[in-house]
């Protein structure tokens, strides 16, 4: 999957886009639905404040998720039977 990412002049995020997934006519359709217009220069890498929810999913499609984020930055949520909760 060849993700970019696209800054939104609506609410100055970066939003991951799929380039090779199906767009509607005129916009880049991002991982969290928001659209973006076609004109919108696309990097490798976002461009200030990412998307909470096409960060998310980003990082749990590259394997390093357990299904949720943690509601502080930088941290995943622990679940019970994790390294956190096994018993010696």
Not at 5 to 15: N, P
Not at 23 to 33: D, N, R
Request: aromatic share 6%; with cysteine.
């Amino acid at each position: 999957m060849a993700i970019r990412w696209g800054l939104s002049v609506l609410d100055w995020q970066s939003h991951a886009i799929n380039e090779r997934a199906y767009h509607p006519v005129g916009v880049f359709k991002a991982e969290c639905g928001h659209l973006l217009m076609m004109v919108t220069a696309l990097s490798d890498r976002p461009n200030g404040k990412p998307c909470e929810d096409c960060a998310e999913r980003q990082y749990n499609q590259a394997g390093g998720g357990c299904g949720a984020l943690d509601s502080r930055p930088g941290r995943a949520a622990r679940r019970p039977g994790g390294p956190a909760h096994q018993q010696v």
